[in-house]
């Protein structure tokens, strides 16, 4: 019989070789896989238990919230409050920092997260995620705002939950891109992607094309050449996807590389992107990069920012390397 690597034997395994360490971190990760299997179970249950569909509130993006963003937030807050490994939470779906309730003792880590990724997509039964980020912190205090914006570079460990045909989870902790995958029947995550990598090279590009009136010029300029491939300026054709989940769309760019952009949009007087950099950003510039691809706003690396408020956006362009060079390139010649 072949034997099957658990997630948390691989993570005590490679957490046993590191000085120092104490269990905490592991235990941490327990605690967001426990929270991701209950996700999966629900999104995977869908109408059957009325859990589809928007609530009656908005996010302090002022975005439509679904039943769904509120009750996945509420399940890691639920599975991650209680077990004195954090010292405190960020959610894409809350306006402040999470604190941990008085009664519950303190850790050293914060965890960021993303619930629901996507969720426009979940009424459309398409594949949605879970991002999360995780931190170190000053121990046993109540954490301030400040102690939560560090640069992506700080990050001790980032992942995913792709709720897809399978549920996968990928995840680093800066020493290389592991995934792996729900095994339904014994409610364990096992290593099935050992060592992911993205390809230097590809021709494949995910874009919203709609917003393509709002780009900038070197955004503009280089998905025109993809456009035109071999007929133009290039030596081949491209493809293009966009399934509006990031998540599914790092997942396919860690299996047969690509590129991903969602760029400044003119029409914001902020220029920002639209995805947010302590809950998106920053988690899957750590994963993109570590398995050896290359993430950026199009003008510096995205974990270098220093981000200054914890609902923050940013333009995002990520993927296999030569090309989100060669869009950098783009932006640095203006
Ligand atoms: P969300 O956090 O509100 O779900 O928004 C983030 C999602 C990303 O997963 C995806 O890449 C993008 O929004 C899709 O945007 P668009 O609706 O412009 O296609
Ligand atoms: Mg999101």
Redesign the pocket.
């Known amino acids: 019989m072949t034997k099957h690597v658990t997630l948390t034997q691989f993570i005590i395994e490679q957490q046993r070789e590191l000085p120092g360490v104490s269990g905490a971190f592991t235990s941490l990760l327990n605690d967001v896989v426990t929270a991701c299997k209950k996700i999966s179970h629900l999104v995977n249950q869908g109408n059957l238990i009325g859990v589809l569909g928007s609530a009656d509130s908005e996010n302090v993006q002022g975005?439509v919230q679904k039943k769904l963003d509120i009750i996945t937030n509420d399940i890691m807050v639920d599975a991650l409050n209680w077990t004195g490994h954090l010292a405190g939470m960020a959610s894409?779906e809350i306006d402040d920092i999470i604190l941990i309730p008085p009664q519950y003792p303190k850790g050293k880590y914060l965890a960021l997260f993303?619930p629901l990724?996507?969720?426009?997509n979940i009424d459309v039964n398409l594949a949605v995620g879970t991002i999360f980020s995780i931190l170190r912190c000053r121990e046993g205090v109540d954490p301030a705002l400040e102690d939560f914006l560090q640069k992506g570079a700080e990050q001790v460990c980032a992942g995913f939950v792709l709720y897809g045909p399978s549920t996968m989870m990928v995840l680093t902790t800066g020493q290389g891109v592991n995934g792996f995958t729900l095994d339904q029947d014994i409610g364990e995550f096992i290593l099935t992607h050992p060592n992911m990598t993205i390809p230097n090279d590809t021709s494949e590009f995910a874009i919203?094309m709609s917003n393509q009136r709002f780009w900038e010029p070197p955004v503009k300029r280089y998905i025109d050449e993809c456009l035109q491939g071999k007929d133009g300026l290039r030596e081949k054709d491209f493809n293009m996807r966009?399934v509006?989940?990031?998540?599914a769309?790092v997942y396919r760019i860690l299996t047969r590389g690509g590129v991903f952009m969602?760029p400044y949009d003119l029409r914001d007087p902020s220029r920002a992107g639209?995805?947010r950099i302590m809950y998106?950003a920053n988690p899957m510039a750590f994963i993109i990069e570590q398995a050896g691809g290359a993430c950026s706003t199009g003008r510096e690396r995205i974990l270098d920012i220093k981000p200054k408020a914890l609902h923050q956006r940013v333009p995002v362009i990520l993927g296999s390397k030569n090309e989100v060079e060669r869009i950098v390139g783009y932006h640095q010649e203006g």
């Open positions: 975005e894409e993303d990724d996507g969720s426009s919203n966009w509006a989940s990031m998540v769309e969602y639209k995805l998106e």
